[in-house]
């Protein structure tokens, strides 16, 4: 069990859940409550809990499935890069593992169609099967070419909020339209919270992503993979991270300055994202070792932990 929960990365799927309990109620509910009082009357959330964890539990099998196919295909390279952490072949066998994504894939899947039917657009169980095959192709293919793996798995971290953000504006919008419509109201400012941090997770994914690319370039390398680093060379993905770097940071001053100015807000946004993100940046400009390019990476977890954690802090502290 210890090596399985190891496989599927479960402190991960752990972090998907709170990120999109947090998106519903930390979000949506907190602002259908503060935000939208010139209505009249109390907004609630549309989307039955039964229902809502479906697409949770949906994104977790899906996602936990992507895990062990990566890990099955990447067990040479990983031989290499972190042996240490290699389970599939030493601990699980390759044939259990291949039996446990199938089942997962077909459980998450099937747990999207529910969702789907339920909100009357049983079609977007497409998405779910999208999100399964490209999480195969990334491990069978993607992972191994330049930009295209990378640019992959971040649009996929940016779907964990932004999927519950699907889910729950059609059914709002469903019963809440007409009354919107007289106020001259709509939904889009949560669309547009929602964009917001699938943005940042996509910056800081991307990010990462090549930042692991680096830090994995040895054995990358042995099994013919065709990484940034290794297509252009370290000195431009250096070039290319630390761009998105500052990026990431510009956009983030934007967004305070354009619709926040809150000087609580302030506060946070400087002490627990752009401080960290200023050192991570440092960090990562001098990094030469695997290891120190691996303490990056961490950071850029914890930054996103931060960046995640401001929607609990804005609306149940500051609103």
Not at 74 to 90: A, R
Request: proline share 3%; hydrophobic share 60%; aromatic share 16%.
């Amino acid at each position: 069990m210890k090596h399985f929960l190891q496989l599927i990365r479960y402190k991960n799927l752990v972090m998907i859940i709170i990120t999109q309990f947090i998106i519903r109620y930390g979000l949506f509910e907190a602002m259908l409550a503060n935000n939208y009082t010139l209505v009249g009357i109390n907004l609630e959330l549309q989307l039955p809990f039964l229902v809502f964890l479906c697409v949770v539990f949906a994104t977790v099998f899906i996602c936990a499935s992507g895990y062990i196919i990566n890990d099955y295909f990447d067990v040479n390279t990983d031989m290499i890069n972190k042996p240490d952490k290699v389970v599939i072949g030493k601990h699980i066998n390759r044939r259990f593992a291949i039996l446990m994504h199938w089942l997962f894939n077909i459980i998450g899947i099937i747990l999207g169609g529910i969702a789907s039917v339920y909100i009357g657009f049983w079609n977007f169980t497409i998405i779910f099967i999208l999100i399964a095959c490209m999480l195969w192709l990334y491990s069978t293919s993607f992972s191994k070419q330049a930009f295209v793996g990378n640019i992959i798995v971040a649009l996929l971290v940016a779907m964990v909020p932004l999927i519950i953000a699907i889910y729950e504006l059609i059914p709002l919008n469903n019963m809440y339209y007409h009354i919107m419509r007289k106020v001259f109201l709509s939904f889009e400012l949560l669309l547009f919270w929602s964009l917001g941090y699938a943005l940042f997770a996509f910056l800081l994914s991307l990010i990462r992503e090549i930042v692991k690319d680096i830090e994995d370039l040895q054995g990358d390398v042995a099994y013919g993979r065709n990484t940034i680093p290794i297509a252009l060379g370290i000195p431009v993905a250096k070039f290319i991270v630390t761009s998105l770097f500052v990026i990431t940071g510009f956009a983030l001053v934007f967004v305070y300055a354009a619709y926040l100015q809150e000087a609580a807000t302030g506060i946070y946004m400087f002490a627990g994202i752009l401080a960290p993100l200023t050192v991570a940046t440092v960090l990562f400009i001098r990094a030469q070792t695997s290891k120190q390019y691996s303490v990056v990476s961490l950071m850029l977890k914890i930054i996103m932990l931060f960046g995640l954690l401001y929607i609990p802090f804005k609306h149940f502290l500051f609103i």
